[in-house]
């Protein structure tokens, strides 16, 4: 039902930056959570950062100071600003929104709080 769109992926150089966004549509933001993870061959999709609709926000230890996420509300768009950018960074950054009631115990940044995903966009971080 939700269409999820990422683009601004890219190949940039150690210590560069980029700027995802993630355009929705048959979305009208609603009180819940949205949110950047990240995927690498062979390991777990894990959430780097996530926003709520009323502004508030967490992030993944690993991109704290680095990565801050920001949405649009008015036009259902989500973007990530990724600076600083490191090698192990490099993988696929899927955009998520979350539309029906989860369990309170599920963090922000847990996948299966989501049930909504995009098709994903790839970062590469080179050295």
């Known amino acids: 039902q939700v269409q999820l769109v990422e683009s601004g992926g890219g190949s940039v150089q150690s210590g560069g930056s980029l700027r995802l966004s993630c355009a929705a549509s048959?979305?009208?933001?609603?009180?819940?959570?949205k949110g950047w993870f990240r995927q690498a061959p062979g390991e777990e999709r894990e959430g780097d950062a996530a926003i709520h609709n009323d502004g508030n926000t967490t992030y993944g230890d690993s991109v704290k100071g680095r990565f801050t996420i920001s949405q649009d509300n008015a036009k259902n768009t989500l973007y990530l600003q990724m600076n600083n950018l490191k090698p192990e960074d490099t993988a696929m950054y899927f955009c998520a929104v979350q539309t029906m009631n989860k369990s309170p115990t599920l963090h922000a940044l847990s996948r299966l709080r989501y049930n909504n995903w995009g098709q994903g966009t790839q970062v590469t971080v080179s050295s």
């Open positions: 048959g979305y009208t933001y609603s009180n819940h959570w």
